[in-house]
């Protein structure tokens, strides 16, 4: 969970002194509290010096009868824990300590996007970056689709939808990350009972709800791809979507009324944008994206062809421009609380060495007693010690006697303990392994770039960094009806950066055809304009497919790859397609106009458990997904991971029809 508003944290905390022993974990303080949970930023310690940053959420005692609360609490552990993915936050434990219920799950250090949108009017930053825009929304849609498609170790499906996708629940880590937090309300066939909320009861933030759950209809996976295109729309246009002057009015304004166009709010906005946009804001739900994964590839191919330079690295940098001064308080704060979580920590194993035995309750009392009850403790116990250091905080001794305390008390523990902490912490002025560069320009821009054999993300122009030194590094660029470009280059610390212009020349390489009868050509999946006897402007050492075609002949692909300067001859005669075959085969549609041969179809191509570079029909396509136009007929798709074997398929798809190739990589 992300650190919350320092004030709302602040005000809740009034009452309970910090830091303070739950079962295993160590309260360090509250970050926030609601009507019925209250969340606490805590220490997990275990074995050999292990410790971790978590956050408790833990019911309040004026709910901890409510059974119906406890169910939903429960549930919400049952939905979460099952999920593990970068962009969901995870669920460690879930128990109960003193009879309060809790939840023990991941620590984000970062802020959602409401928090974002309110650090970028400080800074007087009036618009939200798009490409930070993209990585969030592809981040949000990965995790939905994680969890939308989830099931059970039976491979059950357990439908989960989170019900409540909004600014507050999507939160971006200072290192980039971007994670869908709070599964409080998600629904899930799981549930005991009926999993659908009762007919007038809704669960949710109106503003983000779809049109059939802010009219109470039962929903599915469908209504968190709606939230997400409302995200996508006020992020983009800087604008809110739904908001009326009262919730009802917000949610008349959801079923009722059209909704505007984000070019009529935001002048020059990209159009393929807007219509991602508005196919997931689609009031019926059969219109919108039928999965988030489905938005998700077309937010990347967007990006892609935009030239939107995505980044999980700029989006760290913004992150810490905007908050580097809560940052810094932040450090200073939690090293002032972790002094006293050390102080509790080395109180347990003292008692634990002198024969006394700790409870687990182990709080510190504001008076400055302890309530840690142990067997005849000694004179020489620390609670004396720790009393005192709250006695004199509480007249004004302040953090630095804190932390000289704190200081003596970690120096009684053993040298092992000693060595642990040692090796624990961290090495500010570690010196970071070299990396080169290499800064890339062609004429033409808009170059693929490979190294060593690996499609890089990004294309000309260009600057590739963190490279390593001492290791020849073979670059190649390449685009349509252009020539390759090679160049091997070894990186040193005399030449850390080496600059690269590649004037790219024409393709060279010639095609003949001798054909009959005349037919229709396809080269690399697009129809080909020009001569249909000389197929001219190659690129050489590329594969490369001509598909020729005539109606009522049986279509014949040609696969070749060629050096610079060759020309190809190619002569075929087209034999006549069956008659008898064609009506045969066209019986189970016979209202069906069949589409003529050589005519254009899709191929679209995905990978699960990571990703990789697509070739199709010989054509590069980048890194998936992807979906590509094609000659109908037999479509040929390699897949080259970042690492190990390529891999290849082979489908038949009909004119007119999308094919669907999906590859598994593994980690």
């Known amino acids: 969970m992300a650190i919350a508003d320092e004030k709302t944290a602040g005000a809740a905390a009034a009452g309970e002194a910090m830091p303070k ?63 593990s993915h970068p962009n969901v936050v995870q669920i460690f434990d879930v128990g109960q300590v003193d009879g309060t219920y809790y939840i023990a799950m991941e620590h984000i ?3 959602d996007i409401q928090a974002i949108v309110r650090g970028m009017k400080k800074m007087n930053v009036a618009e939200f970056p798009l490409e930070h825009t993209i990585s969030i929304l592809l981040g949000t849609c990965a995790g939905l689709a994680y969890a939308h498609d989830k099931r059970d170790l039976d ?19 200072f290192t980039g990350d971007v994670k869908i937090v709070d599964f409080g309300i998600a629904k899930s066939g799981t549930e005991p009972g009926e999993g659908d909320t009762p007919s007038g009861q809704l669960k949710g933030k109106a503003p983000y709800m779809s049109p059939e759950q802010a009219s109470g209809q039962p929903i599915d996976w469908r209504s968190d791809i709606f939230a997400a295109g409302v995200m996508l729309f006020e992020l983009t246009t800087g604008r809110r979507l739904f908001k009326g002057a009262s919730e009802f009015e917000t949610l008349k304004m959801i079923c009722d009324k059209e909704y505007p166009l984000p070019s009529q709010v935001k002048e020059g906005y990209p159009p393929e944008l807007e219509r991602i946009v508005m196919r997931a804001l689609a009031k019926r739900r059969e219109d919108r994206y039928q999965s988030a994964r489905e ?39 939690l090293q002032d609380v972790k002094q006293l979580a050390d102080v509790i920590a080395a109180q347990q194993s003292t008692m634990l060495y002198e024969g ?18 142990a067997a005849a403790p000694k004179k020489s116990s620390p609670v004396g010690v720790i009393a005192a250091v709250l006695a004199l905080c509480a007249l004004g001794g302040g953090f630095v006697f804190m932390r000289r305390q704190a200081e003596m008390q970690r120096r009684e523990m053993t040298v092992a303990h000693d060595k642990e902490m040692h090796d624990r912490a961290p090495v500010p002025d570690a010196v970071p392994e070299s990396r080169g560069a290499l800064d890339i320009s062609t ?59 590649a004037d790219m020349k024409a393709g060279s390489v010639t095609v003949l055809l001798k054909v009959d009868p005349p037919p229709t050509v396809w080269l690399d999946g697009k129809p080909w304009k020009g001569d ?57 549609d016979e209202g069906k106009v069949a589409a003529p041969a050589g005519a254009p179809a899709k191929v679209r191509v995905g990978a699960k458990g990571g990703f990789c570079n697509v070739t199709v029909n010989g054509a590069s396509l980048g890194a998936t997904p992807v979906e590509a136009t094609v000659t109908a007929g037999t479509v040929r798709v390699s897949c080259k991971p970042a690492t190990g074997a390529a891999m290849s398929q082979t489908i038949q798809v009909a004119a007119g029809e999308t094919g669907r190739v999906s590859f598994k990589i593994d980690p």
């Open 21 to 83: 022993q739950f079962g295993k974990y160590t309260l360090l303080r509250r970050l926030a509290a609601g009507g019925m949970a209250e969340l606490f930023l805590a220490l997990h310690r275990s074995v050999a010096g292990f410790e971790k940053l978590i956050v408790i959420k833990r019911i309040l005692p004026s709910m901890n009868q409510d059974q119906s609360f406890i169910e939903m609490l429960l549930h919400e552990a049952r939905v979460a824990a099952t999920l």
């Open 109 to 111: 250090h970062g802020e």
């Open 155 to 173: 491979g059950a499906a357990l439908g989960i939808v989170h019900r409540d996708i909004s600014p507050r629940n999507i939160v971006v880590s």
């Open 295 to 333: 938005m998700q590839a077309d937010l990347e191919l967007f990006a892609r062809e935009e030239r939107i330079a995505v980044s999980q690295v700029s989006l760290t940098k913004w992150m810490e421009s905007l908050f580097a001064d809560k940052l810094a308080q932040q450090k200073e704060a």
């Open 356 to 373: 006394g035995t700790a409870t687990g309750t182990g709080t510190l009392n504001a008076s400055g007693a302890s309530s840690v009850r």
């Open 443 to 501: 004429t033409p821009d808009g170059c693929a770039i490979w190294i060593n054999g690996d499609l890089r993300p990004e294309m000309t122009p260009a600057k590739i960094e963190k490279l390593p030194f001492g290791r020849a590094l073979s670059l190649k660029l390449t685009k349509e009806g252009l020539e390759p470009y090679r160049e091997t280059i070894t990186l040193s610390d005399a030449l850390a950066m080496k600059t690269i212009h």
């Open 532 to 588: 249909r006897a000389k197929l001219d402007g190659l690129s050489a050492d590329e594969e490369h497919k001509v598909v020729v075609s005539a109606n009522g002949y049986i279509a014949k692909t040609l696969s070749f790859t060629a050096q610079p300067g060759e020309t190809k001859t190619f002569t075929e005669v087209l034999l006549k397609a069956d008659p008898n075959a064609a009506a045969a085969a066209g019986k189970p």
